[in-house]
Nanobody, 112 residues
Framework: QVQLVESGGGLVQAGGSLRLSCAAS??????MGWYRQAPGKKRELVAT???????NYADSVKGRFTISRDNAKNTVSLQMNSLKPEDTAVYYC????????WGQGTQVTVSS
């Protein structure tokens, strides 16, 4: 059974940092990453990374967020710095191999 389990969300003040982690089991994904969904908005891409280490970021997080991946441990992490209130959302771990899989989501709240 394929599972993606996130951890590391929480409440932080604007300008602060958080680190999200996602542990995958049941499959090795060709690409993994993070999406987020704020209340009343569509789910949007935050960052993705391939097994080869190629990364892709949303323009809104470039220079502030860093995605990394440990292929041996089958984990993906997202280091979020200089957080803004508009980063508040539920963050979902994402993985793809033949089809797409999602984690259950973790709440990130940035207070002003």
């Amino acid at each position: 059974q394929v599972q993606l389990v996130e951890s590391g969300g929480g409440l932080v003040q604007a300008g602060g940092s958080l680190r999200l982690s996602c542990a995958a089991s049941g499959s090795i994904f060709s690409a993994m990453g993070w999406y987020r969904q704020a209340p009343g908005k569509k789910r949007e891409l935050v960052a993705t990374i391939t097994t080869g280490g190629r990364t892709n970021y949303a323009d809104s997080v470039k220079g502030r967020f860093t995605i990394s991946r440990d292929n041996a441990k089958n984990t993906v992490s997202l280091q979020m710095n200089s957080l803004k209130p508009e980063d508040t959302a539920v963050y979902y771990c994402w993985g793809t191999i033949v089809r797409t899989y999602w984690g259950q989501g973790t709440q990130v709240t940035v207070s002003s």
